[in-house]
């Protein structure tokens, strides 16, 4: 029997961000809800720095129309810099040329939002054949260890696609992707089957996906076998559970505090967590906080 193949690194994620931001409107009807700012970096740079921290060598960002300040604001930016270096502002300069150098970026645009199954499936030829990562551009997630990182340790540990997955109180199962699952060790389930925005009775758990993926490159053909669904969108909740039929995957829990910075309910929370964390205005806002009459 020949051996199985190594498992590939996972070099490369993808992070979809042509959505329309609907739940973020009017905010977000001419510049894109991940540019957003939580204190003083755009949402969508937190997702970045918590790629590459995890290792991640390439970003594929899926953009759309009205999505160029993206590009821009991962591009470097002659003028400004020009403009800080004369006026001998080192510290912001070094913080600007930071951000266009993390990480070798990549656009692809996706026409028309068919859906998150249809807007990785943009990405197909420059992932190519390897694993990858796929991080939702407003998923915003705080932790020590930068929860991509742990999702590849699992991967490596399961050779399988892994879900980040979290506990939701029962009530709010209808707003995610539900699994079931059985757990296989400490935190890591093996999925049986997912339901996609159920009610709280046909639940089949209170595990929800959320915006951290590792996908096996099989993931495309059943992306590609995926009829549009729900809203007349390619789900990827729809190519997952075809896999499913062939394939294992596992859901990691993930620890970490997540903000679904795409609401305004979840932008606000980040936003005062963040200040509060900030080592700049942390203490003053605090303070002000402290003296609101609530
Ligand atoms: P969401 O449903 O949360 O984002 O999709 P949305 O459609 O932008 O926002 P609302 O619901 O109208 O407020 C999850 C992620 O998938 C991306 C979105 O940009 C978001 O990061 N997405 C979704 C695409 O890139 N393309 C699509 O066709 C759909």
Do not use: W
Request: hydrophobic residues 40%; contains cysteine; neutral net charge.
């Amino acid at each position: 029997m020949k051996p199985a193949a190594p498992l590939k690194k996972v070099r490369k994620a993808v992070i979809p961000a042509a959505g329309l931001g609907t739940r973020f409107l009017p905010a977000t009807k001419a510049s894109p809800k991940e540019m957003l700012p939580l204190v003083d970096k755009p949402i969508i740079q937190y997702v970045v720095e918590e790629a590459v921290a995890a290792g991640i060598e390439q970003i594929i960002i899926i953009t759309g129309r009205g999505k160029r300040a993206i590009e821009d604001h991962f591009d470097i930016s002659f003028e400004l810099e020009e403009e800080l270096k004369g006026k001998k502002k080192q510290k912001l300069l070094e913080e600007v040329e930071r951000i266009s150098n993390m990480v070798d970026f990549c656009y692809v645009r996706q026409k028309r939002p068919l859906g998150l199954g249809h807007a990785i499936n943009c990405a197909r030829d420059l992932v190519n054949d390897e694993p990858f990562a796929v991080l939702l551009g407003d998923d915003v997630i705080d932790d020590e260890v930068p929860c991509l990182r742990r999702m590849i340790d699992a991967h490596e540990e399961c050779s399988a696609s892994v879900l980040g997955i979290q506990k939701v109180p029962r009530a709010d199962v209808s707003s995610y992707g539900i699994i079931d699952a059985a757990e296989a060790s400490r935190g890591l389930y093996k999925v049986r089957d997912m339901v996609e925005k159920p009610s709280p009775k046909e639940a089949p758990s209170n595990l929800a996906v959320i915006g951290r993926y590792i996908l096996m490159p099989e993931i495309f053909e059943y992306i590609g076998k995926t009829p549009p669904g729900k809203g007349g969108e390619i789900q990827l909740t729809d190519a997952l559970r075809l896999m499913l039929k062939d394939r294992p995957i596992y859901g990691l829990e993930l620890v970490g505090k997540r903000f679904d910075a795409g609401s305004k309910i979840g932008f606000l929370k980040a936003t005062v967590e963040f200040a509060l964390k900030n080592p700049e205005l942390g203490k003053e806002f605090r303070t002000y906080l402290k003296n609101l009459p609530l």
